[in-house]
């Protein structure tokens, strides 16, 4: 086994783009070619262009009307109207007509009387009145545009006014993706992973960011794990491209072949970013033409193409950076971070009364459901060790300002129906996005304390009141004036495996450890609910075995559970159905959507409780299994408990 490799050195990412810009020649590594103008839509001049035809090419009329000459026209008066002769003292014409020769302005219609063989005028009119000169909007010979502009539609309007067919333009930029790994499987083949493989996603995920910097991409199937089938790929894309990229091939690992065929058939230029995720960045040349090893982990490649590539790309082709909306943002968590290094912290991202409210989501470099969840991240600094609670950052959107006013910010206990509401508002006639963070049901009360959502699910029972969530409002939010929501009375109870093989009949069964079991997060009321109920049969958490091994929802109890890294976890009979498991009921709870009054006239709260009070949600909620919607959209009251 080959000796696994390390970091030469980790410098920062300006740093690494700069060492790029300095080993690349740009002007012999991106040729020119003609293109038609009605294909040159994003595409860059190589050379001013300059117009072939004026335009207009001639004097044409700008309203619909007479031509006259201005001179006779001059002695007409309001009361003292001026009769001139048709085709002879005045020619109708239409906009866009040539102006009649002789003729030097235009009267509209609108201020001409028509009196059959003449026409009567009541104001004169002046030289050149509604008339477009030659070259009013164009002159030939003139510059239309200048070199290393990007073209818009506008431009390819203005080209072909001016008799312009052909540009001369850069080449596009042309990428290859290279996908590596004995484990790596091609999407395209749809397969079915056994352990140990994984279904190759970053080259589309490159690709789509690729599409919009307007680079011609091409990606090969994966390479095994050999340093002869790298080069030898590594060449082949040399050949059309202007920047190799060598995926999930640029780690510390005993088969990264990455750094050696680079200095093989080039120069290492960087070998590490100062940035996580993204740090196993390796950046190289190879025949005047770029060489990148991008990290495994799909959110350090999105870092390692947008911190890197796309300044570098913006660079070769000659166009402006792309630059992201930012908004300040209020943290509603801390957030340590390593210092040395710059650390991208994922964030969702909603408005919250006057102000952006951010969550941080998980920060693992394998988590690309992160990006999907998320509407922007911070960057922590280097010489920082974190981000405080309440603290405010700058943050890039991946979307638009104005898509945050579209957000439904969520914090508080997980539950299958969430992702149902959620799914149904993005289909409305007005979409919103709801966004939630499994924070448990204490840290949604947090959440509405601090000012940092919109509503909080919880389901927190007292025993000593059998009631839901209204003593721990008291308790935890003293003097907030809330609205409480019912969203559906749903089972919990013991998710096992198909067959039940360790015959757990209830909480007593895991007694004596031996049973694994998987707990959910402190704070969360499904974890309230056990200790309860663990306290109830004189069960202690010492003499359970996965007492302190934590999830966040109910779908992660349910996959530990179908894996086998747990025997069983308490969870929603709902998740249990999901995946095919089975389920031993231990109570019913009262799940409810926990709403502070002074966001009751929201128009996003407001969407959110007239689609919970409707029949499809009831109809939906009923189709998951293990929920009952008697109390569905009514409005709960202190002392109820159950309520039916």
């Known amino acids: 086994m080959s000796d696994r490799n390390i970091y030469l050195k980790t410098i920062p990412v300006p740093e690494a783009v700069k060492t790029v810009m300095n080993n690349l020649d740009r002007d012999s590594l991106v040729q020119t070619e003609t293109i038609p103008v009605h294909e040159a839509l994003g595409r860059v001049t190589a050379e001013a262009v300059i117009a072939r ?12 009307g007479y031509a006259v000459k201005s001179e006779t026209t001059f002695t007409a008066r309001e009361g003292q109207p001026l009769l001139l002769k048709k085709e002879e003292g005045c020619i109708p014409v239409n906009t866009g007509n040539p102006l009649p020769d002789g003729m030097d302005a235009i009267i509209m219609i609108e201020h001409v009387v028509d009196e059959g063989e003449n026409i009567s005028i009541e104001a004169p009119a002046f030289p050149w009145q509604h008339v477009r000169r030659i070259g009013e909007d164009i002159v030939a010979t003139e510059m239309l545009l200048p070199r290393k502009h990007t073209i818009s ?29 004995d484990e790596v499987l091609p999407f395209a083949d749809r397969p079915t992973p056994k352990p140990g493989e994984v279904i190759e996603s970053n080259s589309q995920v490159f690709k789509s960011l690729a599409a919009g910097l307007d680079v011609e991409f091409n990606f090969t199937a994966p390479v095994k794990d050999r340093e002869e089938k790298l080069t030898a790929a590594v060449e082949e894309a040399l050949k059309t491209s202007h920047i190799v990229v060598v995926g999930a091939g640029s780690s510390a690992g005993s088969k ?53 590539l796309t300044p570098i790309i913006s660079w070769l082709a000659g166009k402006h950076e792309p630059q992201r909306d930012k908004v300040q943002v209020r ?36 988590m690309i459901t992160t990006l999907t969840k998320a509407q922007g991240f911070t960057r922590v600094p280097a010489d920082s060790e974190g981000v405080e609670l309440n603290e405010t950052v700058n943050v890039e959107l991946f979307s638009s300002r104005a898509e945050l006013d579209k957000v439904l910010m969520h914090v508080g206990s997980h539950d299958n129906t969430i992702d149902l509401l959620a799914d149904m508002l993005m289909g409305g006639n007005n979409p919103l996005r709801l966004v939630s963070t499994h924070a448990g049901s204490m840290g949604g009360l947090t959440a509405l304390k601090n000012d940092m959502a919109l509503f909080a699910g919880a389901h927190l029972f007292d025993p000593e009141t059998n009631d839901f969530n209204f003593p721990f409002i008291e308790r935890y939010l003293p003097g907030m004036e809330v609205t409480v929501v019912n969203l559906a009375i749903r089972h919990q109870g013991f998710i096992v495996p198909k067959g039940n093989p360790k015959n757990i009949k209830g909480i007593e069964s895991l007694d004596g450890l031996d049973i694994n079991f998987i707990n959910r997060q402190r704070g969360a009321g499904t974890r309230i609910l056990f200790d309860y109920h663990m306290k109830k049969a004189g069960l202690k958490p010492m003499n359970i075995l996965g007492y302190d091994r934590e999830e966040f929802t109910h779908m992660a109890v349910a996959a530990n559970v179908l894996t086998g890294a747990a025997d069983c976890g308490l969870g929603i009979f709902a998740a249990a159905k999901a995946l095919d498991l089975d389920f031993v009921p231990l109570a019913h709870e009262r799940y409810d959507l926990i709403i502070p009054q002074k966001h009751m006239e929201d128009r996003r709260i407001k969407t959110l409780l007239a689609l919970i009070k409707s029949d499809k949600v009831k109809q939906a909620i009923s189709k998951l299994g293990g929920y009952e919607t008697d109390l569905t959209g009514k409005e709960m009251k202190p002392g109820v408990g159950l309520g039916y």
């Open 153 to 181: 539609a506008f431009d390819m309007g203005a080209l072909l006014s001016a008799g312009i067919y052909e540009i001369k333009v850069y080449e596009k930029i042309r990428m290859t993706f290279i996908p590596t790994g």
């Open 331 to 366: 943290l509603a968590r801390r957030t340590p971070s390593k210092p040395g290094q710059e650390e991208i912290v994922r964030l969702a991202v909603g408005q919250v009364g006057d102000e952006y409210i951010g969550v941080p989501l998980s920060r693992g470099a394998g």
């Open 53 to 64: 035809c004026s335009s207009p090419t001639y004097h044409s009329a700008a309203m619909d």
């Open 256 to 308: 990264d072949f990455t750094r050696i065929v680079f200095e093989k058939l080039g120069k290492l230029l960087v070998h590490g970013i100062a940035v996580m995720p993204g740090k196993p960045t390796v950046l190289g040349t190879a025949q005047g033409k770029l060489l990148v090893g991008a990290p495994g982990y799909p959110v350090s490649a999105v870092v390692c193409f947008e911190d890197v």
